[in-house]
């Protein structure tokens, strides 16, 4: 189960993939229990709350306030997690392109949430990254 830990062929075998549908980040009070209409793609608890983040629709369906409303990009190289550097070249391009990212890091694979008004463009940029195979 061991990930890529070499940066070259990290951001060459990246391939970047878009997933359907606009996601949003939401949060509930630290004592909430998860509503059983949504399925979140990642939950995280905080002090302050439990994070969301959840389909745009699923939000709306069960009245949860919003924001941050992205596109969600895995990159679909199998990345070792204590590879170094990787998303540091990637969030540095996007930050350079001014594009903000929300990056997760899961077993597998990294994950951006992306402005989803500028998901076309995070895409263009990460595959001339890939086509380039450096940082």
């Known amino acids: 189960m061991t990930g890529e830990r070499d940066l070259d062929a990290l951001l060459r075998d990246m391939k970047p993939e878009i997933l359907d549908g606009i996601f949003v980040f939401c949060t509930l009070a630290p004592s909430a229990s998860i509503p059983a209409t949504v399925n979140p793609m990642l939950t ?19 009245g949860l306030r919003h924001e941050y409303p992205s596109r969600l990009i895995t990159l679909s190289v199998h990345s ?32 951006l949430f992306v402005p989803a008004a500028r998901a076309d463009e995070a895409m263009a940029i990460l595959l001339e990254m890939a086509k380039a195979g450096s940082a």
């Open 44 to 62: 995280f608890r905080e002090r302050e709350g439990t994070t969301l983040v959840i389909l745009r629709k699923e939000a709306e369906r069960a």
């Open 80 to 111: 070792a997690l204590d590879a170094i550097g990787f998303l540091a070249a990637i969030t540095a391009r996007l930050a350079e392109a001014g594009i903000s990212v929300n990056a997760v890091s899961a077993l597998y694979h990294d994950h």
